[in-house]
């Protein structure tokens, strides 16, 4: 059932729910959060898509914030309000609130959102784009209890996560994080079932794919060993390295659905590895509604200690010099 409301107020899209919920014989509320997605009309379908799949497995009330852009100077200091109300099949498990805010008005979203958040549940903010370079302080950010970003949709994804690592904040995440949690648990259990002392890793992936950075940068925090970053044509992350005292540890996934995993002295094992789509990242995420203190140890880490297989090369001379002089002065100093 849908609801298109003009000019409307936050108190009549409340009363629009209630009769929605009524007409459709579902009056009570049955939602555990409510997630609130700031996007804008190029990307508003595919977000509330994958919102409502996603509801599915966690029923909540979805708050589609659209800013309208006014052409006009006039335009701009009209403040409206207009509003799309779905209930029942059409909003997957829970129910849809779509929200276009012109002029003024969308200069104060929260004020708008609040009045229209579940009672007593926990609040979920998604920038699917575009976005702000501190979530926490955003007015709208600083209602909710966890803030989920993409730095995929940056321009420059490298700069973004640098930016996430400085105003960092209990509560964010990333979905380039949440895509490689099928690689980190495919990694630990290879490490569990052979334990051996890792001496280096290597990435491969995209040249402008944040989850191959955070990869890394996962692995160097905790296992204190350099990794190198390496580049490829794709599709996204394609393979890691480890080089162990016992053999190399291979995770190589070339075409984006199916890896395999190569141990010494082991036979090969294929593993499913498909890259998924954004519902199941977006599920993934809701099921934890706590700060994720293993993303703030990695993100903080930081892109530039990681190291390219040729800067690795090139330094090799350069960390061996400085050993052959104190060699050769301490045997002046023997002499002596």
């Known amino acids: 059932m849908k609801i298109d409301l003009t000019e409307t107020t936050s108190s009549k899209i409340n009363q629009a729910l209630v009769s929605a919920r009524r007409a459709v014989g579902t009056p009570a509320i049955g939602m555990v959060l409510t997630l ?32 309208r852009a006014s052409r006009s100077q006039r335009s701009r200091r009209d403040a409206r309000l207009d509003a799309e109300v779905r209930v029942g099949s059409d909003s997957g498990s829970g129910e849809t609130i779509v929200l276009r805010l ?22 979920v ?45 209990p509560g964010d995440t990333d979905l380039a994080w949440t895509r490689i949690t099928p690689w980190r648990s495919m990694l630990a259990a290879a490490l569990d079932q052979k334990p051996a ?14 989850s191959c950075e955070l990869l890394a940068m996962w692995l160097a925090d905790r296992l204190h060993v350099r990794v190198q970053r390496a580049q ?84 090799e001379p350069a960390a061996t010099a400085p050993t052959a002089a104190k060699k050769t002065a301490a045997k002046k100093a023997a002499a002596k």
């Open 102 to 123: 012109h002029g003024e008005l969308a200069n104060h979203a929260q004020s708008v959102v609040l009045p229209l958040l579940l009672p007593d549940a926990p609040v």
């Open 232 to 315: 490829s044509d794709g599709p996204g992350l394609t393979a890691v390295r480890m080089e162990t005292k016992d053999g190399p540890i291979v995770l190589d996934r070339p075409d984006g659905s199916l890896a395999t995993l190569s141990m010494q002295g082991q036979p090969d094992r294929a593993v499913a590895l498909k890259r998924r789509e954004t519902a199941e990242l977006l599920a993934e995420e809701l099921r934890r509604l706590d700060p994720d203190n293993t993303y703030a140890s990695t993100v903080k880490f930081g892109v530039e200690k990681l190291g390219a297989p040729d800067e690795a090369k090139s330094a």
């Open 36 to 67: 609130v997605i700031v996007t804008d009309e190029e990307n508003a379908y595919d977000a509330l898509k994958a919102a409502s799949d996603s509801s599915r497995e966690h029923p909540s009330r979805i708050i589609a914030v659209i800013k």
């Open 197 to 210: 002392e890792v001496l280096s890793a290597t990435v491969e992936g995209e040249g402008e794919n944040p």
């Open 125 to 169: 903010l998604w920038w699917p784009e575009d976005a702000p370079s501190d979530p926490a302080k955003d007015p709208l950010g600083a209602l909710a209890q966890r803030r989920i970003t993409d730095s995929y949709s940056a321009v420059t994804p490298s700069a973004e996560l640098a930016a996430r690592a400085q105003s960092y904040t």
